[in-house]
């Protein structure tokens, strides 16, 4: 039971570049969301989906895009990356009365 | 609007005393309130988590939390730091029923000293 998995761990990007971070959840779980952390912020969110077809903006949307069409799968696509995208990117499923997230994504866009 | 303050951004204590992590938190309607803890380069792990049950709550690796409602707090104690202690602390608040949405804290990064 992998819980949620995210790839890759580590990418390199350049500016204007698009790319996808996978994130896939074997629990089954309705509720999954993509945060960034940033030093000095805590963890913002960007997109969450409450089930396969549904999703919806968090507090930093833009430059991101995600769609949700399956339960396992919630994926997060950067369509033109900017540095100001470097960050570390965390994927989360909700089970009762808490997350479980991935174990990160730590994107440099230079 | 919900909204979480941890109060201190660096905390430092010596091997084998106490721990105090504080978090102060803004809600509309009863929360639910988590700690979450991240080691170097890892992902973030529930500690604990409060749910309208009983206010004092305790989670793993010897950490505890009271919710005083009145103080709107939710503090994290441990009797005695160990040096595996060593790492970032985040509480968070349930965003707007029905949601799901988790507000962070920024964080309070843990140092242990021998």
């Known amino acids: 039971n992998a819980g949620v998995t995210q790839t890759p761990k580590f990418q390199v990007l350049k500016t204007g570049q698009s790319m996808t971070l996978q994130c896939a959840q074997d629990?089954?779980?309705?509720?999954m969301s993509w945060y960034r952390q940033d030093p000095g912020m805590g963890l913002r969110l960007i997109h969450y989906?409450?089930?396969?077809?549904?999703?919806d903006q968090g507090e930093v949307p833009n430059g991101y895009n995600v769609s949700r069409s399956t339960t396992e799968d919630f994926p997060l696509r950067l369509l033109s990356a900017a540095p100001s995208q470097t960050s570390v990117y965390f994927c989360?499923?909700?089970?009762?009365?808490?997350?479980?997230f991935g174990s990160g994504t730590r994107l440099t866009v230079v | 609007a919900q909204s979480v303050t941890q109060l201190d951004s660096h905390v430092s204590v010596s091997e084998g005393t106490p721990v105090l992590l504080r978090c102060n938190y803004s809600s509309s309607y009863s929360p639910s309130l988590f700690w979450y803890v991240q080691h170097p380069n890892k992902g973030l792990q529930l500690l604990l988590k409060?749910?309208?049950?009983?206010?004092l709550v305790k989670g793993i690796n010897g950490f505890e939390a009271e919710f005083k409602k009145s103080e709107t707090s939710f503090h994290l104690t441990k009797p005695s730091a160990h040096m595996s202690d060593a790492a970032e602390y985040f509480c968070v608040v349930s965003g707007t029923s029905g949601t799901y949405k988790y507000i962070f804290g920024t964080g309070t990064r843990l140092k242990v000293l021998a």
């Open positions: 989360a499923a909700r089970q009762l009365y808490g997350y479980t």
């Open positions: 409060y749910t309208s049950a009983a206010t």
């Open positions: 629990m089954n779980h309705e509720y």
């Open positions: 989906s409450v089930g396969a077809g549904i999703t």
